[in-house]
């Protein structure tokens, strides 16, 4: 944009503020459907309008130049804030591309500002829409990285049972993400609690494939450089035959059918027995 036009379109601007403020907020509220107050989508909309202003004042309209840091600042910001509040892709562009139709109602009938300036000004409108846009997409994807994160963490537990004895139930699939996280995980409980025993309960694992088992092998053997014994439980007969027919061998590494039967054997194990209850009323 040129010097003379970024100064035409500054002083419509400031002339033409409380109008086109409002068109624009009109414009955008219609889209959020009340999920900002007015007040509040007012005092962003006019920062935001006198960051532009400020920038097209300078005689420029480039993003890039050092003193438009604060309204690049403040557009990612928007972005950030929008994104972690659930809103799409598109209320988030319209935030900004409402304010074509706004200056275009608002000043329409100026005879200071030309179809050419009315061209260049919605140039530069597209310039920021297209860095809102980016930065919302990236922030999306940290907040999606992050919640994953958060879930894959949230989903393998590891559980304390007995003194000398951990647990981790594993739920869902197990690739190799997750199962970075369930040895990282397990070897922590084990330093932070001595115990050693630790039990990998797999009956939430829909099935058992040449990877996931290299993956329960891997924290296995990780587990036992750390000197504690690690137990697999929750082999059903479906799992059982599967690892049979693709000729996977957990060699030595101790099985059992359920959480129950892998608990009694570290127990024991561990010289602990623990006797099944009598029924009320027998006698002993």
């Keep these: 944009m040129e010097t003379n036009t970024a100064l035409r379109l500054a002083a419509v601007l400031a002339d033409r503020q409380d109008a ?4 624009w907020s009109d414009a955008v509220r219609e889209t959020l459907r009340g999920r900002l107050t007015r007040a509040e989508l007012d005092r962003q909309l006019a920062d935001l309008y006198t960051l532009l202003r400020t920038l097209l004042e300078s005689g420029s309209s480039s993003l890039g ?9 403040m557009l990612s910001d928007l972005s950030h804030a929008r994104a972690r509040q659930g809103f799409s892709v598109s209320e988030t562009a319209i935030s900004v591309f409402a304010l074509k139709a706004a200056f275009y109602r608002a000043a329409g009938d100026d005879d200071h500002v030309s179809k050419a300036d009315f061209a260049a000004f919605s140039l530069f409108i597209d310039d920021l829409g297209l860095h809102t846009v980016e930065t919302y997409v990236a922030a999306r994807d940290s907040i999606i990285t992050e919640q994953s994160q958060q879930l894959m963490e949230l989903s393998t537990p590891v559980v304390k049972l007995w003194d000398g004895v951990v647990a981790v139930p594993l739920i869902g699939t197990l690739d190799s993400a997750r199962s970075q996280i369930v040895m990282e995980r397990l070897l922590q409980a084990l330093v932070d609690t001595g115990s050693p025993y630790a039990i990998l309960d797999i009956t939430g694992v829909p099935a ?3 990877q996931v088992a290299q993956h329960i092998l891997k924290t296995v053997v990780a587990a036992q450089l750390m000197g504690a014994q690690c137990i697999i439980s929750g082999i059903r007969p479906q799992i059982a035959q599967t690892i049979v027919s693709l000729g996977i061998e957990f060699g030595e590494i101790v099985t059992k059918a359920n959480l129950s039967d892998a608990l009694q054997y570290a127990l024991r194990s561990l010289g602990t027995d623990i006797g099944k209850r009598a029924p009320r009323g027998a006698v002993i």
């Design 65 to 73: 130049r050092p003193d438009a840091a604060d309204l690049r600042s």
């Design 20 to 23: 086109v403020v409002e068109a």
């Design 208 to 210: 058992v494939d040449t």
